[in-house]
Nanobody, 124 residues
Framework: QLAASGGGSVQAGGSLRLSCVIT????????LGWFRQAPGKEREGVAA???????SYADSVKGRFTISKDSAKENLYLQMNSLKTEDTAMYFC????????????????????WGQGTQVSVSS
């Protein structure tokens, strides 16, 4: 089970931190990632992390977003800084084999296990 939270409304240039509570099975056995889907657009991968904390990011968020894990709480986070209006979307956390999800393993942002989304709205 995965459950995301932390979305909200913020002005451009602001920050938000998304959280995802993940059951131990997914936390320990899969790579984890964040995806987003804007209205009228396809879902896209944003960030992925493996069990060792090695991360990959979409070009559109590099240098602004940071994915991290808290092993004690079995939580996944996405720290989003310098937000832009184009970051407005529903954000989802997900789990999958690293070879399908994580670009560092040759993955292509594929995922099978999803949490419910949390809405992020960035205004100008």
């Amino acid at each position: 089970q995965l459950a995301a939270s932390g979305g909200g409304s913020v002005q451009a240039g602001g920050s938000l931190r998304l959280s995802c509570v993940i059951t131990e099975y997914y936390y320990s056995n899969y790579c984890l990632g964040w995806f987003r889907q804007a209205p009228g657009k396809e879902r896209e991968g944003v960030a992925a992390v493996d069990n060792d904390g090695n991360a990959s990011y979409a070009d559109s968020v590099k240098g602004r977003f940071t994915i991290s894990k808290d092993s004690a709480k079995e939580n996944l986070y996405l720290q989003m800084n310098s937000l832009k209006t184009e970051d407005t979307a529903m954000y989802f956390c997900a789990a999958e084999s690293c070879y399908l999800l994580h670009p560092g393993y040759g993955g292509r942002w594929k995922a099978s296990y999803w949490g419910q989304g949390t809405q992020v709205s960035v205004s100008s």
